[in-house]
């Protein structure tokens, strides 16, 4: 019950910022790795580093946006909490698929094979990822912005 109190109900944005930092580090790794042109890796990240640079940052900058929601101690609901922690992960997530597939990648489109019913899935997942991300931390913006009024 204490812990609640001292969280504010919102230790899974501290599990999920955690987490996302842990990722960023292992891609971090992964492109020194191949900078140092490490066996194998260049087979999984067939797409442009670029990519796997987005991926990198993009899964700081998330961790840093979810750090700030838990440094403001405002309660959020547990579908904001989750919709933030599952959209930054899907948002990030969406930069390394590009680099581990290039036909996802919009820019290289023309350089690579078509990939059929998997382009119609990343489009899905694409838009999804988009919303539930805006929903997550929209909504917890709103919240923090109406409880500065009370």
Not at 93 to 113: E, N, R, W
Not at 122 to 137: H, K
Request: charged fraction near 10%; include cysteine; aromatic fraction near 14%.
């Amino acid at each position: 019950m204490m812990q609640d109190i001292k969280h504010s109900g919102n230790v899974l944005l501290l599990r999920g910022a955690a987490l996302w930092i842990l990722m960023a580090l292992l891609l971090a790794w992964c492109m020194v790795g191949l900078y140092n042109k490490v066996p194998y890796l260049d087979l999984i990240f067939a797409g442009k580093f670029t990519r796997l640079m987005q991926a990198h940052i993009d899964f700081l900058l998330m961790s840093a946006l979810i750090l700030g929601f838990y440094a403001a101690k405002v309660p959020l609901p547990w579908h904001v909490r989750w919709a933030m922690v599952v959209g930054a992960f899907t948002n990030s997530s969406l930069f390394l698929l590009q680099a581990i597939f290039p036909a996802l990648d919009p820019t290289t489109a023309g350089q690579t094979p078509l990939i059929g019913i998997w382009s119609q899935v990343f489009e899905i997942y694409l838009f999804a990822s988009l919303i539930t991300t805006s929903y997550g931390f929209g909504k917890g913006a709103v919240i923090i912005f109406r409880s500065t009024f009370q």
